[in-house]
Nanobody
Framework: VQLQASGGGFVQAGGSLRLSCAASAFAFRDNAMNWFREAPGKTREFVATISGGGITSYADSVKGRFIISRDNDKNTVDLLMTGLKPEDTAVYYC?????????WGQGTLVTVSS
């Protein structure tokens, strides 16, 4: 199982970024896919999830600003982040479960300047 995240970078407050996660070696279309983030000095927290059928849910802190989407033909899941705030600065991780095993990507850093 591989989860390869990309798209992080440096952006000013109010800007936008799109993160992407490329998945392989599991039944992607059957799996809910998630984004988490870990800010400096804080614990990893849930950001957004999308079911295999496209049902989405978001953390309150990003609701209305972030959109999660997936392409089951390309085995990718994206996170479009708009209206970015300095408090969104974190390493963002792609995640899924395969059976009882949590699978994590390597993380991609997003830095939002004020």
């Amino acid at each position: 199982v591989q989860l390869q995240a990309s798209g992080g970078g440096f952006v000013q407050a109010g800007g936008s970024l799109r993160l992407s996660c490329a998945a392989s070696a599991f039944a992607f279309r059957d799996n809910a896919m998630n984004w988490f983030r870990e800010a400096p000095g804080k614990t990893r927290e849930f950001v957004a999830t999308i079911s295999g059928g496209g049902i989405t849910s978001y953390a309150d802190s990003v609701k209305g600003r972030f959109i999660i989407s997936r392409d089951n033909d390309k085995n990718t899941v994206d996170l479009l982040m708009t209206g970015l705030k300095p408090e969104d600065t974190a390493v963002y991780y792609c995640h899924t479960w395969t059976g009882a095993i949590a699978r994590w990507g390597q993380g991609t850093l997003v830095t939002v300047s004020s």
